[in-house]
Nanobody, 113 residues
Framework: VQLQASGGGLVQAGGSLTLSCAAS????????MGWYRQAPGKQRDLVAG???????IYSDSVKGRFSISRDNARNTVYLRMNSLESEDTAVYYC????????WGQGTLVTVSS
């Protein structure tokens, strides 16, 4: 499975970005899809996840600001990020979880204060 993440970039604090993760095959085969992020010198942490059922989960730091969604027809998962803060600066990775974990290549989000 290939996961292609896109949509990162440079944005001012308070701004918005939408990340996309396009899968090379049906995302419905996976138990869940998620977005993780890794800031310099820190571990990779879950930001948001969406299950096959449509249920979602968010880290406390992004609740109310980020929204994850999926388009099964397009085999794509999105992460809408609003009210971005400098602490959101990181490389964002797309993940597909089934029997195995699959990872995208990462897309850099830089929030300037």
């Amino acid at each position: 499975v290939q996961l292609q993440a896109s949509g990162g970039g440079l944005v001012q604090a308070g701004g918005s970005l939408t990340l996309s993760c396009a899968a090379s095959e049906s995302i419905e085969r996976f138990v869940g899809m998620g977005w993780y992020r890794q800031a310099p010198g820190k571990q990779r942490d879950l930001v948001a996840g969406i299950l096959r059922s449509g249920d979602t989960i968010y880290s406390d730091s992004v609740k109310g600001r980020f929204s994850i969604s999926r388009d099964n027809a397009r085999n794509t998962v999105y992460l809408r990020m609003n009210s971005l803060e400098s602490e959101d600066t990181a490389v964002y990775y797309c993940n597909a979880r089934g029997v195995l974990d699959y990872w995208g290549q990462g897309t850099l989000v830089t929030v300037s204060s």
